[in-house]
């Protein structure tokens, strides 16, 4: 089991919290040998931090809003995906899994970052909106139970 990373729609959130499943696989992040080669973190915290913000990226060009769940989960690689960026693949645990979730402060205008996301992962992340994003917009923490309030 690998602490997941899992870009979601308000929707999926939903209906993750209120039936207790969210139908699977889905994309996830995770920190893998790939992302730890590419970012260098110096520490596991470092290195989920960078997992969960490249889901919350993977959220926004999906979406055009950062909504992550956290819950450890079996990993698996993903088809297609980017190792380098802990593109994995999870059949998600029930609700009760979820540990923590994250997404922006209400109200944040997210749009050219929105915009410049809409992409392939490896070029949206370069992107300048995109990292100016990053850098001067934390995700902010919530329990598990304040689903609510984020959809």
Known sequence: MSLAFVPLT??????WATTG???GPVDACAVT??????????DSDEAER??????????????????VAVAEAAVRPRPGGDDDFGEV???????AGVTSLFADEP???????ATASARPL????????????????DLLWYGPAEWPRLV
């Open 10 to 15: 308000a929707a999926q959130l939903r209906e």
């Open 21 to 23: 499943r969210l139908a």
């Open 33 to 42: 040998p790939g992302l730890q080669e590419a970012f260098a973190p110096v």
């Open 50 to 67: 960078t997992a969960l913000l490249v889901a919350s990226v993977l959220a926004l060009g999906r979406t055009g809003r950062r909504l």
């Open 89 to 95: 693949l999870v059949d998600p645990p029930g609700y």
């Open 107 to 113: 109200g944040l205008d997210v749009g050219a970052a």
């Open 122 to 137: 490896a070029e949206a992340w370069e992107r300048p909106q995109v990292q100016a994003l990053l850098a001067d917009a």
